[in-house]
């Protein structure tokens, strides 16, 4: 089976959803994002890989505008990010984010935790969200655990509700920084399944991993980042099996 898909495919509509432009940003005198080129078009699924340290994260806390940038602009839908406000709570609803850490609220149900954005941000009745929240825990498998709290589930489940969370809120990106990295290994496959899953049903990813497994699976391109910079963008085939850059060779020989 092959749910590998290319925006002529179906993949994606070709349309321009998120788009850095010449994005810089520096912390003291690390240049850790530098001249940023990148286009995720509408239902695309973008894997981006590196070594530790070389800004995975950055560039998805920017994305999500959790950190400015110095230079250079980002859009979503054809928007510039908003810097504050109003208008910054209401970018946030419409970029999902899941990080490794599972994030929920620990003194609320799952059930909650998946309520209360479209509740509190988004202004949904409660019976809406609630039925909603409901049909979201299902979808990722932990449809009865709904009344229990964060930590009587396991890593895996808990990852499962943070991405019905940020899914609740309709988002039109969702943004994945190492969604696996901290789950015990037999819990992996069901988080990436959830996410196969998602990407199938149309879902505009950005999806920082090392699982290849998912990558060659569900990605329709890979964008390999070192020291800062973009240094080489490719579908998973071709990255995997015939690298162009030193640094990517270097890399996929320590982790293949
Ligand atoms: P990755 O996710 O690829 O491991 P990060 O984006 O987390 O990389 O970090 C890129 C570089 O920026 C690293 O050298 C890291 O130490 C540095 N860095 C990250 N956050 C900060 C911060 N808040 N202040 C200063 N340096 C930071
Ligand atoms: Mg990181």
Known sequence: MTTHRTAAEGGGSGEPLVV?????KWYGDLHVLQDIELTVHRGEVVVVIGPSGSGKSTLCRAINRLEPIDQ?????DGEPLPAEGKELAA???????????FNLFAHKTILENVMLGPVKVRGIKKDAAEK???????????????????AQL?????????IARALAMEPKVMLFDEPTSALDPEMISEVLDV????AERGMTMVVVTHEMGFAR?????????????IVE???????FTNPQSDRAKDFLGKIL
């Open 20 to 24: 850095l432009d010449h994005v810089d």
């Open 72 to 76: 250079g602009t980002i859009t979503l």
């Open 91 to 101: 970018l946030r609803a419409e970029v999902g984010m899941v990080f490794q850490s």
């Open 132 to 150: 909603r929240a409901r049909e979201l825990l299902d979808r990722v498998g932990v449809g009865h655990q709904a009344a229990k709290y964060p």
């Open 154 to 162: 396991s890593g895996g489940q808990q990852q499962r509700v943070a």
């Open 195 to 198: 996410m196969v899953d998602l």
């Open 217 to 229: 699976t569900a990605g329709d391109r890979v964008v390999f980042m070192a020291d800062g910079a």
């Open 233 to 239: 963008e490719a579908t998973p085939e071709q990255f």
